[in-house]
C-alpha cells in the first residue's frame, strides 16, 4: 500500500473509525463503534471473533485474516460482523480491494438495516482514505437511510462533504450530528471542523498536553505560531542516540520563538531515560510517554520518527530512520526554511 494512504487509514486527521475500528483519526478522543447487528452466532464463531480481534490488536493482520476467514466459514458464510472484520484485517495489510468486497458481502448477508447501515460506513471509510470520495459519499447516504439515528454517519458525510470542498453541505451534517449527539464523543472534533472545514481536508496534529522532565506542563496550543518538531525517540534505538547531537545543533540553528524542538521518548524506565537526558545534556523539551498516548496519537511505529508541524498546526513532513548520507538538520533544512513563520 501506498505510504500516504496507509497513514489516512490510520491516523489521517479526521478519518472516523470504520464499524470495526479499521483507522484512528487523530483528532478523535475515543472509539465508537456503530451498532452491532442483532445476529445470533453460534459459540465458535464467536469465539473465533474474539481471537482475531486479539490478533488485530497485537497487530498479527495476516493471523487475523486467517481467523476471521474461519469465522465466516463456521458462520456458513453468512455472518456479517465476521466479513467487517476480516475488511478491517484486509486493510491494515493494504488490501483495499479485498476489504472493499468483504464489505460489500457484509451487507448482503446483514439480517436487519443496522447491520448493512454499519457495511455501508466501513465501505466509506476506506473509500474516503484512498480518496474515492463520490464513492464514500454514496456509501455513507446509503447509511443514513438505513440507519438515520446513528448520529455517527452525518459526521462521516460530512468528512466527505468537506474533503470535496462542500462546506455548506458539510456543515449541514455536522449540525445534524450535533443535534442527535450534542456531548458525543466527537461533538468536540465537530465543532472544530464547523470552525474551520479545512480540518477535513488538511493533516491537522492532534491537540495533545504533557508533562516535560522539568515538571512543565506544556500543551500543543501553546506552539501555534511556531514550527514544531516533534522526534520521537529511545534510549534503546542506536540511531537515536546517534542524533543526539544533530538535534542538538537544530535547536542552536533556530531561535526557540520560531522553531519548537520536542522529544517524546518511548522508554519505560524512567530513571535510565532521564540519566541520558542528563548526561547528553539535552536541554531542550523532554517528555517520556510512558503509557503510548502520544505515540499511539501520531501513528509511530518506528524509531526515530520526525514530524514536522507548521505555524498553523499542519503536519508537512514525516521522516522515518535514519539517512548515512544526510543529516537531520540536512534534511529538514529547506522544510524549515519553507515554513519558517514571518516577522
Known amino acids: 500500500m501506498h505510504r500516504n494512504v496507509k497513514q489516512a487509514l490510520f491516523v489521517a486527521a479526521g478519518a472516523l473509525l470504520i464499524a470495526g475500528g479499521f483507522a484512528r483519526g487523530r483528532e478523535t478522543e475515543a472509539q465508537t463503534a456503530a451498532p452491532a447487528a442483532v445476529q445470533t452466532l453460534k459459540p465458535e464463531t464467536e469465539q473465533l471473533l474474539r481471537t482475531g480481534e486479539q490478533e488485530l490488536t497485537t497487530k498479527h493482520y495476516d493471523d487475523a485474516v486467517k481467523t476471521f476467514k474461519k469465522a465466516v466459514k463456521a458462520g456458513s458464510d453468512k455472518c456479517s460482523r465476521c466479513y467487517l472484520k476480516l475488511a478491517e484485517a484486509q486493510i ?146 542506536p540511531p537515536c542516540r546517534e542524533s543526539v547531537g544533530e538535534l542538538k545543533e537544530l535547536t542552536r540553528k533556530y531561535p526557540s520563538d520560531k522553531v519548537v524542538v520536542l522529544s517524546v521518548s518511548a522508554d519505560k524506565d524512567d530513571a535510565k531515560w532521564r540519566e541520558f537526558v542528563e548526561k547528553k545534556n539535552m536541554d531542550w523539551l523532554q517528555y517520556r510517554d510512558a503509557d503510548d498516548h502520544v505515540l499511539k496519537l501520531m501513528g509511530i511505529h518506528a524509531f526515530p520518527t520526525y514530524i514536522v508541524i507548521d505555524s498553523e498546526g499542519i503536519i508537512r513532513d514525516r521522516i522515518v530512520g535514519e539517512n548515512p548520507q544526510q543529516t537531520i538538520v540536512g534534511r529538514l533544512k529547506d522544510q524549515l526554511q519553507k515554513m519558517m513563520p514571518q516577522g
Open 92 to 237: 491494515r495489510l493494504g488490501n483495499e480491494k479485498e476489504a472493499l468486497s468483504s464489505c460489500d458481502k457484509g451487507v448482503a448477508v446483514a439480517t436487519d438495516d443496522a447491520a448493512r447501515a454499519a457495511g455501508h460506513s466501513a465501505k466509506g471509510d476506506i473509500l474516503v482514505a484512498i480518496k474515492k470520495l463520490k464513492e464514500a459519499e454514496a456509501e455513507y447516504q446509503l447509511a443514513l437511510q438505513l440507519d438515520p439515528a446513528f448520529a455517527e454517519y452525518h459526521l462521516r458525510l460530512a468528512i466527505a462533504l468537506l474533503k470535496e470542498s462542500r462546506d455548506v453541505e458539510g456543515k449541514d451534517q455536522l449540525t445534524a450530528y450535533l443535534e442527535l449527539e450534542p456531548t458525543g464523543v466527537y461533538a468536540g472534533y465537530a465543532n472544530r471542523l464547523e470552525d474551520n472545514p479545512r480540518r477535513a481536508r488538511e493533516d491537522y496534529a492532534p491537540e495533545f498536553q504533557v508533562t516535560t522532565i522539568k515538571g512543565q506542563k506544556i500543551s500543543s496550543t501553546e506552539f501555534l505560531g511556531k514550527v514544531v518538531v516533534m522526534d520521537f525517540w529511545a534510549t534503546w534505538c
